[in-house]
């Protein structure tokens, strides 16, 4: 793990992307027909003015934006409007174009934007010449119209800890959390679906003059992918699922499932870091390996840690291990923060080094983003469904999840801002099971969308084909994990041919 990777860059726009007044949607372009009997007509039939994205990265130069305008709410179609930025690189071959590829990066609340520019670049030449590859800052991320709710720190998870005092902390903070947003944002809050997301993934198809489109997500993208497919099935051709969580446990229980996904994974880095205790010196069996952490856990409690002027104590540095864990192949990585942190909690003069100074930033401090994209998540999260809201639920879902989960299980179960949210969702999340073809990408040891969950969507999803990956990675296809994996892709989009049978890299 060379750096953090994030969700996704945004690039910026000539104008923000803010939500209006009550003001018309606009109409389509002079002479071209409209439809009174349906009001989504005029979104769906507007021009977009395309213009060179503003960034100074060379590697987007190729990248166009614009501006979507959307309902804010679709039961109103003639109300307020969303602004939403948009991006797209054109086909590579203009004569074996095959459409649009929409995209997804993930969060919920990543920013999309420059989601083109990091998929084209891993595209193999017979794909990047098929489709204009299209992303999207989705509602109230980034620069459309991005929820600023003042937050403070980069992530809404903490670690309970091991007393009373840590729970009521980590109760307090997410209310806090949900509080700011609601008071800043009582009129757009309630919209922050992933059912209007997929609204507004189908209105930009049809703006863009396509009768069907493509679609790549990962991680959250991917349930958005899988969201639209089932709102919009004749409107789908090819799917590309990397990473998908699956939406029946999506919310709480999605979470409770990442706490055991990376105690496993803990339990592999100990049998990796074990034989190489002359290097790390974190133990010389897993079982001595695993106490070591645990033994930090408790040592941060006792004594925050302080390295580089921040303080871990044992509600921030579980938060930090599960960061940190990334895939397989940054073990070494790993070891190294666990050397840095050990020797700290030691008192020893200790340089935290890029890596562990990222990662400090992005759990302890507001991240690189700011508050902003931990607004957009929990926004979306809690606008689609609803989680428990007694504290004492969560009291006893640690205290199950404890002796199993002894670093992670105080993490994933406890307390929410969706605990706090003021109103229920609007609607329900959509219910998935639907025939349309996908294919889907997941890997065995994923510690965001533990593999169980990607078996349970490929039941219900019966004419997709799974790709499954050994190993340890969330989002397969842009780390480059997997050469075979990313070939799948390639070949599906290109040829439009799922693999006979389920296949296994």
């Known amino acids: ?34 439809s009174a009997g349906d009001p989504l007509e005029r979104y769906r039939r507007q021009p977009l003015a395309w213009a060179p994205c503003q960034d100074p990265q060379p590697a987007a130069a190729s990248a166009e934006c614009a501006t979507l305008t959307v309902p804010l709410d679709y039961r109103e179609p003639r109300g307020r409007t969303l ?55 989705t509602r109230g991320v980034g620069a459309s119209g991005g929820l600023d709710c003042g937050l403070v720190r ?115 880095f100990a049998a990796w870091a074990a034989p190489r205790d002359a290097v790390y010196g974190l133990g010389a069996t897993p079982a001595a390996v695993r106490a070591t952490v645990e033994g930090l856990v408790r040592r941060a409690g006792a004594a925050p840690i302080a390295i580089d002027g921040f303080r871990l104590d044992d509600r921030l540095l579980p938060v930090l291990l599960a960061v940190c864990q990334g895939d397989d192949r940054d073990s070494a990585d790993y070891a190294d923060v666990l050397r840095r942190l050990l020797d700290a909690a ?85 219910e998935v099971r639907t025939a349309v073809p996908a294919l889907q990408v997941q890997s065995t040891g994923d510690t965001h969308a533990p593999y169980r969950g990607a078996l349970a969507l490929h039941a219900r999803m019966p004419a997709s084909r799974l790709v499954t990956v050994p190993g340890r990675v969330h989002t397969v296809y842009l780390n480059g994990y997997s050469p075979c994996a990313r070939q799948a892709v390639d070949a599906y989009l290109s040829t439009g041919a799922l693999p006979a049978a389920d296949t296994s890299c």
Request: charged share 20%.
């Open 1 to 34: 793990m060379k750096s953090i990777p994030t969700l996704a860059a945004a690039l910026a726009l000539s104008a923000a992307a803010v939500l209006t007044a009550a003001s018309p949607a606009p109409v389509a372009a002079p002479g071209a027909p409209t």
């Open 83 to 137: 602004s939403l930025a948009v991006s797209r690189i054109r086909a590579a071959d203009p004569a074996r174009r095959r459409g649009i590829l929409q995209t997804n990066p993930g969060g919920p609340g990543g920013r999309g934007l420059a989601m083109p520019v990091e998929l084209r670049a891993a595209m193999a030449p017979a794909t990047a010449a098929a489709y204009d590859v299209i992303g999207m800052d």
């Open 154 to 268: 980069g992530s809404w998870l903490r670690s309970v800890g091991t007393g009373r005092a840590g729970f009521e902390q980590a109760w307090n903070l997410a209310a806090a959390d949900a509080d700011a947003c609601w008071s800043r944002y009582p009129d757009l809050l309630p919209h922050l679906t992933t059912r209007n997301i997929a609204r507004d993934t189908d209105v930009l198809r049809a703006a863009l003059g396509e009768q069907r489109t493509s679609f790549f997500g990962q991680s959250y993208g991917a349930l958005l992918g899988v969201v639209y497919a089932q709102l919009y099935p004749e409107r789908v051709d090819r799917l590309v699922l990397d990473s998908a969580p699956d939406p029946a446990r999506y919310g709480i229980r999605m979470f409770q499932d990442m706490g055991g996904a990376n105690e496993r994974a803990l339990d592999d």
């Open 346 to 430: 030691d008192g020893k003069p200790v340089q935290a080094g890029p890596l562990l100074h990222e990662l400090l930033a992005t759990v302890v401090g507001p991240g690189p983003e700011g508050g902003a994209d931990l607004a957009a998540a929990i926004g979306i999260l809690c606008d689609d469904v609803a989680m428990p809201r007694s504290a004492q639920w969560y009291r006893d879902a640690v205290d199950r999840a404890r002796p199993a989960q002894p670093v992670f299980g105080p993490v994933y179960n406890g307390p929410t801002p969706c605990a706090s949210w003021r109103r229920a969702p609007l609607e329900p999340l959509v």
